[in-house]
């Protein structure tokens, strides 16, 4: 059973840092695809990147490009999502998103979710 776990989260001001972790846990994760996706209130789920395990390619929304970095640690399976110049926009809950078919990198099908983490970036 594959089970991803957010952590990272957290309050910071417009310009700031944060640091997202998704720790992977239940299979070999080498042949999966990870990504971050965001939810905001009343608005629907968004893809925010996501990053090939075995190649550590990786692919992000246009919104979020330059500023955001997603990578992977292989002896941790941990991924983390590196937020730099955060925006008020950018205030959503985060989740963490496993799949094992590993889909195309601009695919925003995934298998499996997290529970999410708040990131919520005031002005």
């Known amino acids: 059973q594959v089970q991803l776990v957010e952590s990272g989260g957290g309050l910071v001001q417009a310009g700031g840092s944060l640091r997202l972790s998704c720790a992977a846990s239940?299979?070999?994760?080498?042949?999966?695809?990870m990504g971050w996706f965001r939810q905001a209130p009343g608005k629907e789920r968004e893809f925010v990147a996501t990053?090939?395990?075995?190649?550590?390619?990786?692919y992000y929304a246009n919104s979020v490009k330059g500023r955001f970095t997603i990578s992977r640690d292989n002896g941790k399976n941990t991924m983390y999502l590196q937020m730099n110049s955060l925006k008020p926009e950018d205030t959503a809950v985060y989740y963490c998103?496993?799949?094992?078919?590993?889909?195309?990198?601009?695919?925003?099908?995934?298998?499996?979710w997290g529970q999410g983490t708040q990131v919520t970036v005031s002005s």
């Open positions: 998103a496993a799949d094992s078919v590993n889909r195309q990198l601009s695919s925003v099908a995934f298998d499996f």
């Open positions: 239940g299979r070999t994760f080498s042949g999966y695809r």
């Open positions: 990053i090939r395990w075995s190649t550590g390619s990786t």
